[in-house]
C-alpha cells in the first residue's frame, strides 16, 4: 500500500465549479502538508500549505486537513480554465525529515 | 532571482550513451533532490543532497550517479542510458533561511525531458 493515495483522475469540469481533489494517506506521523500545482511540461509549483489539522483559504483555495480520518483536501472555488493542471499532494512526517509526494490529479476546467 | 534552473530542457540519447543533467539553484538553499516522474508514477526520488559534497540514495538511484562539488549545483550523471531511463527529471531544492518547517517545502526546476532510443 501507498502511503500517499491520490485519485489520478482526469477530472473534467465547467468554469465556475467547485472542484474537490483529496488525498488519503496511513502513516499518522504526517503533520505537515502540501499542494503543488504543475502545468503541463512545467515544474510543481507550491500552492498551499497547512500544519496539522484544520481548513486553510487563500483567495479561491482552500486547504483542509482531518487527521483522524488521515484525509486531505484541496477546494477550488469559481474555478476558471487556467486552474486546468495536475494537482500534487505532499506530506511531511512530524520530524520534518521525509516528504512524500502523491502520484497528482489531472484537473481540467471546460469554458 | 532564477530560483532553480535545469538544463538541458530536451535530449535524445542512444542507449549506452552517457550525459549529465545540470541542476542550479541560487536560494542559498541547503538540500537539493532530483527526482523522476512518469505517467502514473508520480515523482520519484532518485539522489537528494543534504550539503555541498553529501549526496545520499534515494527511491530509485540505480543507474545514476550524482555530485554536489558545489553548494548552488548537483548534477546528475547517467553512464550508460537505458530505454527504462526515458522520463521527465525535475531538480529540486529547499532549507530557506525562514527556518521551521517550513524549511523543507520544495522548490522545482522547470525539468528535463529524456528520452532513451
Known amino acids: 500500500q501507498k502511503e500517499v493515495e491520490q485519485d489520478p483522475g482526469p477530472l473534467s469540469v465547467p468554469e465556475g465549479a467547485i472542484v474537490s481533489l483529496n488525498c488519503t494517506y496511513s502513516?499518522?506521523?504526517?503533520?505537515?502538508f502540501m499542494w503543488y500545482r504543475q502545468y503541463s511540461r512545467k515544474g510543481p509549483e507550491l500552492l498551499m500549505y497547512t500544519y496539522s489539522s484544520g481548513n486553510k483559504e487563500d483567495g479561491r483555495f482552500t486547504a483542509q486537513v482531518d487527521k483522524s480520518s488521515k484525509y486531505i483536501s484541496l477546494f477550488i472555488r469559481d474555478s476558471q480554465p487556467s486552474d486546468s493542471a495536475t494537482y500534487l499532494c505532499a506530506m511531511l512526517d512530524s520530524s520534518a525529515s521525509k516528504i512524500i509526494f502523491g502520484s497528482g490529479t489531472r484537473l481540467s476546467i471546460r469554458p | 532571482n532564477a530560483g532553480v534552473t535545469q538544463t538541458p530542457k530536451f535530449r535524445v540519447l542512444k542507449t549506452g550513451q552517457s550525459m549529465t543533467l545540470l541542476c542550479a539553484q541560487d536560494?542559498?538553499?541547503?538540500?537539493m533532490y532530483w527526482y523522476r516522474q512518469d505517467p502514473g508514477m508520480g515523482l520519484r526520488l532518485i539522489h537528494y543532497?543534504?550539503?555541498?559534497?553529501?549526496?545520499a540514495k534515494g527511491e530509485v538511484p540505480d543507474g545514476y550517479n550524482v555530485s554536489r562539488l558545489k553548494k548552488q549545483n548537483f548534477l546528475l550523471g547517467l553512464e550508460s542510458a537505458a530505454p527504462s531511463q526515458t522520463s521527465v527529471y525535475f531538480c529540486?531544492?529547499?532549507?530557506?533561511?525562514?527556518?521551521?518547517?517550513?524549511?523543507?517545502?520544495?522548490?522545482f526546476g522547470a525539468g528535463t525531458r529524456l528520452s532513451v532510443l
Open positions: 536560494m542559498n538553499h541547503e538540500y
Open positions: 543532497s543534504v550539503g555541498e559534497g553529501t549526496t
Open positions: 502513516n499518522s506521523a504526517f503533520q505537515y
Open positions: 529540486a531544492s529547499s532549507y530557506a533561511l525562514a527556518g521551521g518547517w517550513t524549511k523543507n517545502i520544495q522548490y
